[in-house]
């Protein structure tokens, strides 16, 4: 059973930081390619960042590529997503996810945590 569950999510104004984080078994993270998405209201869930299950490749959503930083951290078992540059387009909920082999609809999800970025 994979379990995440995301935190660190707030209201911070544009041009702010905020860190997520995405907690998990040290079992998931080192078998599992975790990603971030977002969900904006009215619109569809998107990608924003990914890192492979042995830590060596990150990907990113053009749109944030250059502010956002994905890692990861083994010794707390927690995956991070640092925010930096927020712009109030970034405001969403912010979904932790995990799968075996890194799909665009992973298999595992968290229950989300709300970031809003005012103007």
């Known amino acids: 059973q994979v379990q995440l569950e995301e935190s660190g999510g707030g209201l911070v104004q544009a041009g702010g930081a905020l860190r997520l984080a995405c907690a998990a078994s040290e079992r998931t993270l080192r078998r599992y390619h975790i990603a971030w998405f977002r969900q904006s209201p009215g619109k569809e869930r998107e990608f924003v960042a990914s890192?492979?299950?042995?830590?060596?490749?990150?990907f990113y959503a053009n749109s944030v590529k250059g502010r956002f930083t994905i890692s990861r951290d083994l010794a707390k078992n927690m995956v991070y997503l640092l925010m930096d540059n927020l712009k109030p387009e970034d405001t969403a909920v912010y979904y932790c996810?995990?799968?075996?082999?890194?799909?665009?609809?992973?298999?595992?999800w968290g229950q989300g945590t709300q970031v809003t970025v005012s103007s």
């Open positions: 996810s995990a799968d075996l082999y890194g799909s665009i609809t992973p298999d595992y």
């Open positions: 890192l492979s299950w042995n830590g060596n490749d990150k």
